[in-house]
């Protein structure tokens, strides 16, 4: 059924296909001339349930549900291929790995060995997201690789609370937002596909508003790291409502095959 | 195949569900053992071809050798009941469809279906699939789908894909225990349907940090079987 789902995305998106598609490639990094640092394709999309499909319960404070992201970026920039403010030196280790990648020789992150994305990459992908709430937490059951996100409502993390991939989720509800502040998270990971690289000073900070009668939720994520950053930076996302969908079971580990040797991913 | 399981899930929805307990928070075992056993006492009642699968697994370990078992050597989930048996808390997630068991090996999520049919021919998965109602305060839940190559528990007790599970969760000692009973039918492994008994204690306030199985991993081989 999702392989199906998949492949009509894939006939949509190559017979309507407007600012993304095949014929148009995507662009080099910053405007760069230089082919060796040429984006991953990336789209803006819906990802609308099908016609006939339960509708959303319109409480503005009930996220419970199946979510999907619409479209996949892989930059996470403030715009399509626009990229994140990063501090020069981390522009040029942006480069490096985009250079690696195009060479066929990406660097290992984490999601290739089955780690959890880290955030905020996570929230990216295009997989299934199931909320689960209940007092005091909600849930993010993500489909791919079993990663799972637990946001304690007004609760700020232990002292001691350890650096994780995904960090420490502390949200509160402002009117019909949900404002998620994410911390401790360690330097694992990437910021985004392309290599963006983030430190443990990192802070994301989610809010999270259902519009359109409930039907998707509207995302707008807010990327702050004073060591890899110039200044914070924001994006907006669409997650849509997909009643239809059922969790699968995902188990990157079953094939794990992208084992780093010496720190570069070797696809076998 | 998704679009059946809808279709039954919204006709058996219109059935009132009975009044349930509240099993959610988070649980650890309390009588944690590597080898399940049956409540009624004595072995596991294995046929010969599962006696020699667990004979084989046994010897293995007692050298060491960890390589029939994919949970320690590639990561991969634990079956079930493994998956409710190990040393390791679980938080238990309650809602009217769904019943959650969120555990911290390896962060895996297993979700019982309340209120729908099994369905006849389940896509083999590592959990296998779950469907569950309330008796009274009792949830009963069956499961089959499972994928061959998972194990019972920790010390390797095998089965095969024609395992069927039944397990019984109630509450006990005024809330504070947990109390699950399996129910093991699988005719290629065992001569007979066998039942095990587990207690969790509550552990209220315990926030389970992110585990990630596969950090322990070195090799830089393929990991995992073959299938």
């Known amino acids: ?268 | 195949m998704r679009r059946v399981v809808l279709g039954a899930l919204a006709l058996l929805a219109l059935a009132a569900p009975a009044a349930a307990a509240d099993l959610g928070g988070v649980w650890s075992i309390r009588d944690y053992r590597e080898a399940l056993r049956p409540e009624a006492g004595g072995d596991p009642p294995l046929t010969p071809a599962g006696k020699a699968a667990y004979d084989k697994n046994r010897a293995m370990a007692a050298k060491g050798d960890r390589s029939f078992d994919d949970v320690a050597s590639a990561c991969l989930p634990p079956g079930l009941p493994r998956l409710m048996l190990i040393d390791k808390p679980f938080e238990v997630i309650q809602k009217p469809k769904v019943v959650y068991f969120v555990h911290q090996e390896n962060r895996l999520p297993r979700r019982v279906y309340l209120d729908e049919a099994l369905p006849a021919d389940p896509d083999p998965a590592f959990l296998g699939y779950s469907v569950g109602r309330w008796d009274g305060t009792t949830l009963t839940v069956r499961s089959s789908g499972f994928r061959a190559g998972t194990l019972l528990d920790d010390s390797g007790l095998p089965h095969s894909e024609a395992l069927k599970l039944t397990e019984t969760w109630r509450l006990a000692d005024g809330g504070d225990t947990l109390e699950a009973r399996f129910t093991i039918e699988d005719p290629q492994t065992f001569t007979r349907p066998w039942t095990a008994v587990a207690h969790y204690r509550k552990r209220p306030g315990l926030l389970i940090p992110e585990e990630v199985c596969a950090e322990r991993l070195k090799t830089t081989a393929p990991r995992g079987r073959g299938r």
């Open chain 1, 1 to 268: 059924m999702r392989e199906f789902a998949a492949a009509a995305v894939v006939v949509l998106a190559s017979c309507a296909g407007p600012a993304w598609a095949a014929q148009q490639p995507p662009p080099n990094l910053n405007g760069s001339t230089d082919p060796t640092l040429q984006l991953t394709a990336s789209r803006v999309a819906e990802n609308w349930a099908p016609e006939g499909s339960a509708p959303p319960n319109p409480d503005p404070h009930d996220l419970n549900g199946v979510w999907w992201l619409g479209g996949y970026q892989y930059m996470l920039g403030p715009e399509l291929y626009v990229m994140p403010p990063l501090k020069p030196q981390y522009v040029k280790l942006l480069e490096e790995r985009i250079r690696k990648k195009n060479a066929g020789r990406p660097e290992t992150d984490a999601a290739t060995q089955c780690f959890p994305h880290g955030m905020p990459r996570i929230m990216e992908s295009p997989y299934p997201i199931e909320i689960v709430q209940t007092d005091g937490q909600i849930t993010f059951l993500h489909e791919v690789a079993h990663n799972l996100r637990r946001i304690y409502m007004n609760r700020p993390p232990p002292a001691d609370w350890p650096l994780s991939f995904l960090g420490y989720s502390n949200g509160r509800w402002e009117g019909d937002t949900l404002v998620v502040e994410t911390t401790r998270i360690n330097d694992r990971s990437f910021i985004d596909d392309e290599g963006s690289a983030k430190s443990t000073s990192l802070k994301t900070t989610e809010r999270f508003r259902k519009v359109d009668g409930g039907r998707r939720i509207e995302m707008t994520m807010t990327i702050d790291d004073p060591v890899t950053l110039e200044h914070p930076y924001s994006y907006k996302r669409y997650y849509y409502w997909r009643p239809d969908v059922r969790p699968m079971e995902y188990v990157c580990e079953e094939n794990n095959r992208n084992a780093p040797v010496d720190g570069v991913t070797v696809a076998k």
